[in-house]
Structure formats: structure tokens, C-alpha cells
């Protein structure tokens, strides 16, 4: 295990050469996240001594508690969706997490936690479509006979809805469900177009996303949060003649218009032939014209156009059944095509229980305080800027 000293591209392209490269793996959301706290600490493997080929690659966050005292030395760590490796390599995978276990004693971790894509299974559980995964059953026994834990704190989505990109558009859309295709045959009938969207449309992306915050309960951010993450990847977007070549990520707004008022949008996020649907935004006016149903199929157009093979649709339920929070959304997203991804979720490990413990305890009821704040000030912009 050796510490990455690199170039941004150097590490990206180091990427792209093992199994299954992620976004949030990238150089790039490492800085976005070193602007609010961060240290981003990334580091490799190799085959063997002082050869040039990487094995195994991990960009882990470092956040030291913001306390004195004996605190003072106590950080948190997160690997988000990583670390990057062949994971049914039992050899390389006991490696990587032994030395992720002495990094972070090194570093006074209270915990570290990871959540890489290891499939435990494909379907809705307990459907015609439901297919296990046996290498994932023995991930998660390595993780609990090593000592980590099913974290209570799932940083991502532990489920995802997955579009394979590869058959034609009529076999796309052959996939969908009956009602899917109607209603992006309706939006197409009633007006609704889409253009692709440009940095200078950042302030319109953000007071719709608010408004969707406020609609739906759930919190985001001060606006210069979105204006850096969203800005600088469209940014790069601009700047890449080659986007199916070029090793960075970057992204691109899709925006629904009727009579050219924006009602909706997407903002589409691209690495290693990949499309990710991070962000949505809608408003309330004209949703009888479906037109997020016309935004994901032109998203999906887009996506191939750019080279990418998959489209993830970045959510599904923990559990599907109508009570959960994402029951109506993973609807949605199943009638697009969708196939579930289930995958092993956050596992931490905590080298001191008695620290860990009463984090654990304290951090839930500051999160709902800093809920309840967010939820509050997000109202407040918005009616500001709305009056």
C-alpha cells in the first residue's frame, strides 16, 4: 500500500484500468469535497514491489472533529464507493483491508468507513428476476469475520436502479413499461422539449432543485455547494473535445421546457463510459405533460451518444415495499428498464468501540438538528429569491 503522489489525470486514468470505476472514486469529487473539509488521502496497490501496475485503488476522505483535547488527534474516514479492485480476488481483497484497517488506527480514526459496489444480487428479492451473488455473501463474511460493521449510517444508496445502454433505442424502449412509453409519447405531443443546459443556467437549476426539496422533505445545501459541484463538472465538459477518451469526469444539464418555461431537469454525470442521474429537479406547473418521463429517455439518448454503456439511476429501496420512502420513485425508475442492483451498503471499522459507540449516538440527533436548520433556510432563500 503506497501513498498515490500523482497527477488528477494520473489517477483517473489509474482508475480506468481496474474493475469497476466509480464517480466518487474520481480526483475530481475529492477536491469538491476537500472545499468543505476534507482531506483527500489516496492511495494504491501493486501487484508486486516496484511494479508499475496497479491493483487496487482507494480515495479516502479524512475529517478531522472539530473539538480539543484528546479529540484533537480522533478523525472519521470514508472510502465512497470503494475501494476500486477486482473484489473475488480473496488475496488482494484480504490485503486491502487489513491495510485500510491499519490506516486508520494510524490515523486516530474513530471509524472508516466504505461502501464499495459489491453486487450481493440483481432483481427485486424474491421475484422471477431475483439472482444471487456469491462472491458478495463472501465479502460480507470477510467483512464481519474481520471485525467491520454493517454500518447504521448508509452515506449512499445501498440499492440502484441500472439501464444497460448497449441494445438499440427501439429495443430501449421495448424494454420500458407500457406506461413509461406513453407517457413520453404524451410529453413529446404536448410541447415538452429538452435542451441541454450550461453553467449559465446554474441559478435556474438550483432554485428548482430547492423548490423540489421543499416539496418532496428532504434537505440540501447553501446554493454555492451546487454552483461548485455542478459548475465545476460542467465546467470540464466544455473544456473536453474527446469526452469518451478523455479520463476526467464531467457532466451536462438536460433541461424540460414547455413553451419555453423550464419545469424540469436533470443534470447527468459521466465517467469510464458510465452515466450517473445524481441530481432532478421539477416544478409543479405542467407535471400533467409528464415531462420527467421525456427527460430520462433523452438522458439515456444522450448518454449513448457520449459512448456510455450503463445508466445509473443512483436509488432504489432498501426495501421494497410500499411503505419505504423510495417506493414510488423506484416505480418510476423500473418502468424506464431498470434493473436492480443490490449491493453490500456502508461497512465501518472501528478500531475503538467505546469512541465509535458514543459517536454513533450523538451524531443522529445533531443531524436531525441540522435537518431541521437546513430544511429552514432553504425556505428562506427560496422565498427570497421568489419575491
Same mark, same amino acid.
Given at each position: 500500500m503506497e501513498r498515490f503522489t500523482g497527477s488528477s489525470n494520473d489517477w483517473n486514468s489509474l482508475l480506468l484500468d481496474l474493475d469497476r470505476p466509480h464517480?466518487?472514486?474520481?480526483?475530481?469529487?475529492a477536491n469538491i469535497k476537500k472545499d468543505v473539509g476534507w482531506e483527500p488521502m489516496p492511495y494504491l496497490w501493486r501487484a508486486s514491489s516496484g511494479s508499475p501496475q496497479a491493483t487496487a485503488a482507494a480515495m479516502i476522505l479524512k475529517r478531522r472533529l472539530p473539538m480539543g483535547g484528546l479529540s484533537a488527534r480522533l478523525s472519521i474516514l470514508y472510502c465512497p464507493k470503494g475501494p476500486i479492485m477486482e473484489w473475488r480476488n480473496?488475496?488482494?481483497r484480504n490485503r486491502v483491508l487489513n491495510d485500510l484497517q491499519s490506516l486508520t488506527r494510524k490515523n486516530g480514526g474513530i471509524f472508516l468507513k466504505i461502501d464499495p459496489e459489491v453486487i450481493l444480487g440483481t432483481g427485486v428479492p424474491e421475484s422471477e428476476d431475483d439472482k444471487l451473488d456469491v462472491n458478495g455473501q463472501d465479502v460480507v463474511k470477510e467483512f464481519n469475520n474481520l471485525g467491520w460493521k454493517m454500518s447504521s449510517d448508509q452515506i449512499q444508496f445501498k440499492n440502484t436502479f441500472s439501464i444497460d445502454l448497449n441494445p438499440s433505442e427501439d429495443e430501449l424502449l421495448a424494454a420500458m413499461k407500457q406506461k413509461t412509453r406513453y407517457n413520453i409519447r404524451l410529453a413529446e405531443k404536448k410541447g415538452v422539449t429538452v435542451r441541454s443546459g450550461?453553467?449559465?443556467?446554474?441559478?435556474?437549476?438550483?432554485?428548482? !432543485?430547492?423548490?423540489?426539496?421543499?416539496?418532496d422533505g428532504f434537505v440540501i445545501r447553501d446554493e454555492t455547494y451546487y454552483q461548485n459541484v455542478w459548475g465545476s463538472f460542467i465546467s470540464a465538459a466544455a473544456s473536453s473535445e474527446e469526452k469518451t477518451s478523455s479520463a476526467a469526469p464531467w457532466a451536462e444539464p438536460l433541461i424540460a421546457e414547455v413553451d419555453?418555461?423550464?419545469?424540469?431537469?436533470?443534470?447527468? !454525470? !459521466? !465517467?469510464?463510459?458510465r452515466a450517473y442521474y445524481l441530481y432532478g429537479m421539477s416544478r409543479e406547473m405542467h407535471r400533467e405533460k409528464m415531462p420527467n418521463y421525456l427527460l430520462q429517455w433523452s438522458a439515456m439518448r444522450r448518454a449513448r451518444q457520449v459512448g456510455c454503456t450503463s445508466y445509473d439511476l443512483w436509488g432504489a429501496p432498501d426495501e421494497f415495499i410500499e411503505t419505504d420512502p423510495l417506493?414510488?420513485?423506484s416505480r418510476f425508475k423500473e418502468g424506464l428498464g431498470g434493473l436492480v442492483i443490490r449491493s453490500v451498503g456502508a461497512w465501518d471499522y472501528a478500531p475503538n468501540p467505546l469512541w465509535y459507540n458514543l459517536y454513533t449516538r450523538l451524531i443522529p440527533r445533531l443531524l436531525d438538528m441540522m435537518r431541521l436548520r437546513g430544511r429552514a433556510q432553504t425556505r428562506k432563500t427560496l422565498s427570497e429569491r421568489l419575491a
Open positions: 464517480l466518487l472514486q474520481t480526483w475530481e469529487w480473496s488475496g488482494l450550461t453553467t449559465a443556467d446554474l441559478p435556474l437549476l438550483y432554485k428548482m !432543485f430547492a423548490e423540489t426539496s421543499i416539496r419555453g418555461e423550464s419545469v424540469a431537469a436533470v443534470i447527468l !454525470f !459521466f !465517467f469510464a463510459r417506493w414510488n420513485v
